[in-house]
């Protein structure tokens, strides 16, 4: 298994800011991933973090939005740009071996509310 | 379009009843589908795999490649059944996972 911490839990943020969550986990992973999750509704994936690439971004998903890094196998960043309220949500970050398909492991999640 | 549908938001039984949790899924390829699980203040965990057919905590589910289902079933709930339940179906690379929108399952004594 993998365990994964993500800071911050939780946030509040004002309207035109920016706010980075890090992910980190304690075994090298082969993929990791940023889903949202808004109230109500299911996880929907953000984009796939690539170790020193640039991230693969899900339909409706832009970099300039959600710049995401991944400088090492175990740690990766995504930072909500420019927030507006439709951005409060909780964002989690999960990672697979890839060798085990279909297997995630997730972290707790950060719960963003912007006013 | 590749889409895991789950049409009930909330399943209520009581304890000792069968449980049956619905998913469909839309896929061109031949699917590979999981349940997740979360219970509360806890993180999301992977329950169960359809391609090692195992019965986890009393669960199992068949996929149904006629019907495109993948139901999760239990005969007899317990108490600490109650979770959130999310089907996933494999669509891209490895790891990468659609889920649907999920059911609260609630079992009262």
């Known amino acids: 298994s993998a365990v994964i911490s993500q800071k911050p839990s939780r946030d509040i943020c004002q309207r035109g800011t920016s706010l980075t969550i890090q992910c980190q986990v304690d075994?090298?992973?082969?993929?990791m991933f940023w889903y949202r999750q808004q109230p109500g509704q299911s996880l929907t994936l953000i984009a796939t973090a690539n170790q020193g690439s640039e991230a693969t971004y899900e339909s409706g998903f832009v970099i300039d939005k959600f710049p995401i890094s991944r400088p090492n196998l175990t740690f990766s960043t995504l930072t909500v740009s420019n927030m507006s309220p439709e951005d409060s949500s909780i964002y989690l970050c999960?990672?697979?071996?890839?060798?085990?398909?279909?297997?995630?492991?997730f972290g707790e999640g950060s719960r963003l509310t912007v006013l | 379009a590749q889409r895991v549908t789950q049409p009930e938001k909330l399943l209520s039984v009581f304890k000792g009843a069968p449980v049956e949790l619905k998913c469909n899924y839309s896929y061109s390829g031949s699917p590979e589908l999981f349940w997740y699980v979360q219970y509360s203040r806890q993180r999301l965990q992977l329950l169960l795999r359809h391609i090692s057919r195992e019965s986890i905590k009393g669960f199992t589910a068949d996929l149904n490649k006629g019907e495109t289902s993948f139901h999760l079933k239990k005969p007899f709930a317990q108490e600490e059944d109650s979770a959130m339940y999310y089907c996933?179906?494999?669509?891209?690379?490895?790891?990468?996972?659609?889920f649907g929108t999920g059911t609260q399952l609630k079992v009262e004594l």
């Open positions: 996933a179906l494999v669509t891209g690379g490895g790891n990468k996972l659609t």
């Open positions: 075994s090298q992973v082969t993929m």
């Open positions: 999960s990672a697979g071996r890839g060798s085990d398909t279909g297997e995630l492991f």
